[in-house]
């Protein structure tokens, strides 16, 4: 399977060494894609800023080749699902592609069901980054909030250069418990996004139309035999 990668910074990078043999073509501002080179290709992983996406989707969109889209920061159109279906493809877009975080996601709603029926329970989340992020609470420690369904307190911490480090806490007066995330390398996005490209391209059942990662992730942990 030779798979095409637009975008070759921070993150597309380590897409372009993971795949090795298997990388069909790589892109970048100063390279862009061409549909011919897109066609060879069995599928495509893009990672450009939000800004770019708009320059890049029409082409994507006109291959007809399955595409996982790591970008962020874009208004994706309305009418994409449609567009997507009349192509008869397959996309994933992710705002995050870390496999872990899905596998979290589903450890974190099993927490909030069992808590149920503990006294008086305290919840609490951690998260620690590099000193260079702005924004806190980080959206992730967001989403875990979110998937917990729950009171919770959130702290934040900025550190050295660390990626990204999550903790939940539950505790009550007898126990506690603990639940702890730490991305260790960039790498992770790279190999969840060509996890999901390799998904889109040989699982039979997925049907055409756009998928989040965590729908896709859910797919297939849970309906596959
Ligand atoms: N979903 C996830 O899990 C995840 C994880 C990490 C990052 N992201 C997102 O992925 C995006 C990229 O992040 P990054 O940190 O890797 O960015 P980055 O280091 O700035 O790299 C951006 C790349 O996109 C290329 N590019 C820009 N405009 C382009 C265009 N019009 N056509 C073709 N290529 C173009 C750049 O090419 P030049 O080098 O030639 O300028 C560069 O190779 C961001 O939106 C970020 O938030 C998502």
């Given at each position: 399977?030779?798979i095409s990668?637009?975008?070759?910074?921070?993150?597309?990078s380590?897409?372009v060494?993971?795949?090795?043999?298997?990388?069909?073509?790589?892109?970048?501002?100063?390279?862009?894609?061409?549909?011919e080179?897109?066609?060879?290709?069995?599928?495509?992983?893009?990672?450009?800023?939000?800004?770019?996406v708009k320059?890049i989707?029409?082409?994507?969109?006109?291959?007809g080749?399955?595409?996982?889209?790591?970008?962020?920061?874009?208004s994706?159109?309305?009418?994409?699902?449609?567009?997507v279906q009349?192509?008869?493809?397959?996309?994933?877009?992710?705002t995050?592609?870390?496999?872990?975080?899905?596998?979290?996601?589903?450890?974190?709603e099993?927490?909030?069901?069992?808590s149920?029926?503990?006294?008086?329970?305290?919840?609490?989340?951690?998260?620690?980054?590099?000193?260079?992020k702005?924004?806190a609470?980080?959206?992730?420690?967001?989403?875990?909030?979110?998937?917990?369904?729950?009171?919770?307190?959130?702290?934040?911490?900025?550190?050295g250069?660390v990626n990204?480090?999550?903790e939940?806490?539950?505790?009550?007066?007898?126990?506690?418990?603990?639940?702890?995330?730490?991305?260790l390398?960039?790498?992770?996005?790279?190999?969840?996004?060509?996890?999901?490209?390799e998904?889109?391209?040989?699982?039979?059942?997925?049907?055409?139309?756009?998928?989040?990662?965590?729908?896709?992730?859910?797919?297939i942990?849970?309906n596959?035999d």
């Amino acid at each position: 399977m030779k798979i095409s990668v637009i975008g070759t910074g921070k993150t597309g990078s380590k897409v372009v060494e993971m795949l090795g043999d298997n990388l069909a073509y790589a892109f970048d501002e100063s390279n862009p894609p061409t549909l011919e080179k897109l066609k060879e290709s069995d599928a495509v992983i893009i990672f450009v800023p939000g800004d770019a996406v708009k320059d890049i989707l029409p082409k994507v969109l006109e291959s007809g080749i399955p595409a996982a889209w790591g970008s962020t920061g874009f208004s994706w159109p309305d009418d994409l699902e449609d567009d997507v279906q009349k192509k008869k493809t397959k996309w994933v877009l992710a705002t995050n592609f870390s496999l872990g975080m899905n596998i979290i996601r589903n450890a974190i709603e099993a927490i909030s069901a069992g808590s149920e029926i503990l006294k008086d329970p305290e919840f609490k989340i951690h998260e620690v980054h590099h000193v260079h992020k702005k924004d806190a609470p980080s959206g992730t420690a967001l989403s875990w909030k979110e998937w917990l369904n729950k009171e919770a307190e959130i702290t934040s911490a900025r550190e050295g250069d660390v990626n990204g480090i999550h903790e939940l806490t539950v505790s009550t007066a007898n126990e506690k418990i603990t639940l702890k995330h730490d991305a260790l390398d960039r790498a992770l996005f790279a190999e969840g996004a060509i996890w999901a490209a390799e998904q889109l391209l040989k699982n039979k059942n997925l049907t055409s139309g756009i998928y989040t990662f965590g729908q896709l992730f859910d797919f297939i942990t849970k309906n596959n035999d």
